[in-house]
Every structure is written in C-alpha cells, then in structure tokens.
C-alpha cells in the first residue's frame, strides 16, 4: 500500500544533542510537510516543500531545519533540542497542495527530551 | 489572517445517538474546509471535506454542512458508535495552497 512513513516511532534525545528524525513516502507526491502537535493541541505546520522549494513558516525557530534530498525523503534536524520541542513531529504529503488533493499523515515520531 | 473556533471541546453522547461539531471562520476568502479524526496515539485521517461551493456533503454517517453567508461549517454523525471516540479537528484553507487553519479540536466520547 501506498503510504507516509516515518522512523522512529519514538524517539528519545538529551537536551542540546542534535536529533534527526525521517519520513518517506510511496505516494509519489510532490509536497512534503512537516508538523508539530503537542498534546491535546491541533498540528502546527513547521515548514513544507515543494518539489525541492522549502518554505519556512514565519514563526518556526531557527532550531528546526529540513533536507529534503529527493522526492521521496525529508528529513527534519533539530539543531538543539529543549524541553519544549517534546511533542509529536507527524510528516504529511500532498499531491500539488491542499487545495488539489487532501494531507496523508504518517504515524509520527513521538519526541522525549531528557 | 484565518481564524478558526471550534465547539464543543469536549462531547459526550450516548452510543447510537447523534454528534455535531461546529466551527467558525474569519476570512471569507477561505474555500477549502476538510475535518480530521485522530484516535488516541494515531495520525490524524481524513474523514471529509467540502469546497465553499457545495453546501453539503454525505458519506454514510458522516456528513458536513456549510455556511457562506454565516462563515460557519459542521459535522454531523450520526448512529455514533465506539470506534467513533477520538479527537476531530476542523481546519479551514488560509489564502494558501498549503496551510491549513486547524480548530483547537473536539474529544468525542461515546458512552456505552
């Protein structure tokens, strides 16, 4: 089956030490995004690609990057991590944007930090 | 820029009766409006979705309607049952193609 995948399923880092966590997709889909949902909170866009463009949302810190070597892979790097960035990072694709076709979410990655 | 308010945060009815979800938004230009249902530790999943040019839209138990004029959009579910229980969120499409407006989400429980 087609779908959105992401490794790991959890994810533990200290404080400070640089994580990466990764997604790949079989959809063949042209837009990739990246979200982070807090518990109990709805998922908030970090940044998308589209095709190789990277569009940075206005308020995402500049501790999250993003690589995206092909269509089929992203990455997402947190440089830093605090306590604060503990929550779900979910991985989405689109084919063209949201208005053309809707967001397949993987499973996530659920973040600690110790 | 868009603003969506959606109610209740929480809502509970018993197993065979009816939910409805409402949400509001504040940018008129917004033409897009999916809902997403996410069980407790999974991905949020599509469950549907309507265009500003449609007022109302059916799958089986699941249906949306839409106000232009009132800027306000609903889930319906009807015969609720267990699996139901999870968290909905109505989101809405800002002047974008690829950011979603995502309500604060609602926890449906249904009670046996």
């Known amino acids: 089956d087609a779908m959105v995948i992401q490794n790991p399923r959890y994810q533990v880092t200290q404080f400070g030490k640089p994580v990466t966590l990764s997604c790949s997709q079989t959809?063949?889909?042209?837009?990739m995004y990246w979200y982070q949902q807090k518990s109990s909170q709805a998922p908030k866009l970090l940044f998308h690609y589209y095709d190789k463009d990277f569009n940075n949302e206005a308020d995402t810190p500049d501790n999250f990057q993003s690589r995206r070597p092909n269509t089929s892979f992203c990455f997402l790097d947190i440089r830093s991590p605090g306590l604060g960035d503990a929550a779900m990072y979910l991985c989405a694709t689109s084919r063209g944007g949201i208005l053309y076709s809707p967001l397949h979410f993987g499973n996530g990655t659920r973040l600690t930090v110790t | 820029g868009e603003n969506v308010e959606q109610h209740p945060s929480t809502l509970s009815v018993q197993e065979g009766d009816s939910a409805v979800i409402k949400c509001t938004y504040s940018d008129s230009a917004s033409n897009y409006f999916p809902w997403y249902k996410q069980e407790l530790g999974k991905r949020p999943q599509l469950i549907i979705d309507i265009r500003s040019n449609v007022g109302e839209k059916k799958d089986q138990r699941i249906a949306v309607t839409l106000n232009k004029t009132a800027k306000h959009f609903s889930l319906h579910i009807t015969e609720t049952q267990p699996e139901d229980s999870a968290v909905y969120f109505c989101?809405?499409?800002?002047?974008?193609?690829?950011?979603?407006?995502w309500g604060a989400g609602t926890k449906l429980i249904i009670k046996p």
């Open positions: 989101a809405a499409s800002e002047d974008s193609n690829y950011q979603l407006i």
């Open positions: 959809l063949n889909h042209n837009v």
